[in-house]
T-cell receptor, first 113, second 114 residues
Framework: KQEVTQIPAALSVPEGENLVLNCSFT??????LQWFRQDPGKGLTSLLLIQSSQREQTSGRLNASLDKSSGRSTLYIAASQPGDSATYLC????????????FGKGTKLTVNP | NAGVTQTPKFQVLKTGQSMTLQCAQD?????MSWYRQDPGMGLRLIHY???????DQGEVPNGYNVSRSTTEDFPLRLLSAAPSQTSVYFCASSYGGGKWETQYFGPGTRLLVL
């Protein structure tokens, strides 16, 4: 059974710091992986989508990597800002035959001014 | 585009009542899904649809029904509400699979069952 784990559950950093959020999955036969942002009381916003054939994706200050062999993905946030404070979730889709996204429980990020 | 819209934003039900959570998208997306989000459990898939007239069960389908008569709409029906269905419900859509699979989520419906 595919399981997705995110560590740490919560992270507090000062403004301007570069940081890494971690996502691990138990089944390396993963089709793609997405990173989402969720603000309190809001829905999820997709940040980056990495296909299994890709190693990384970049959008602005965000960079996500995928290493299928080790079952890990990381989200790198450069020069963090207070506006980056939110919960970040990763979700993986199984190789084939399934429309199910398996979500991690998220990392709650607080960026202090 | 309005994106993915959900109504109502908040609802209180009594045990045994039925209701329909509405979801609509204006992006001409084929794929639509319903998730519930519970503390400590993460998001779990309830039902999904890969196109009009096609629906299938997800991880936690019991107590819920769906239909997809149009591309735009994907309502979720609670047949007989139970306190265990207290949760935040999210509808999501995507253009398709693979590289088209960026998921767009609605703002959610908070449901309290007494």
């Amino acid at each position: 059974k595919q399981e997705v784990t995110q560590i740490p559950a919560a992270l507090s950093v000062p403004e301007g710091e570069n940081l890494v959020l971690n996502c691990s999955f138990t089944d390396s036969a993963i089709y793609n992986l997405q990173w989402f942002r969720q603000d309190p009381g809001k829905g999820l916003t997709s940040l980056l989508l990495i296909q299994s054939s890709q190693r990384e994706q970049t959008s602005g200050r965000l960079n996500a990597s995928l290493d299928k062999s080790s079952g890990r993905s990381t989200l790198y946030i450069a020069a963090s800002q207070p506006g980056d404070s939110a919960t970040y979730l990763c979700a993986g889709r199984l190789q084939s035959g399934s429309e199910k996204l398996v979500f991690g429980k998220g990392t709650k990020l607080t960026v202090n001014p | 585009n309005a994106g993915v819209t959900q109504t109502p934003k908040f609802q209180v039900l009594k045990t045994g009542q039925s209701m329909t959570l509405q979801c609509a998208q204006d992006m001409n997306h084929e794929y639509m899904s319903w998730y519930r989000q519970d503390p400590g459990m993460g998001l779990r898939l309830i039902h999904y649809s890969v196109g009009a007239g096609i629906t299938d069960q997800g991880e936690v389908p019991n107590g819920y029904n769906v239909s997809r008569s149009t591309t735009e709409d994907f309502p979720l029906r609670l047949l007989s509400a139970a306190p265990s269905q207290t949760s935040v419900y999210f509808c999501a859509s995507s253009y398709g699979g693979g590289k088209w699979e960026t998921q767009y989520f609605g703002p959610g419906t908070r449901l309290l069952v007494l």
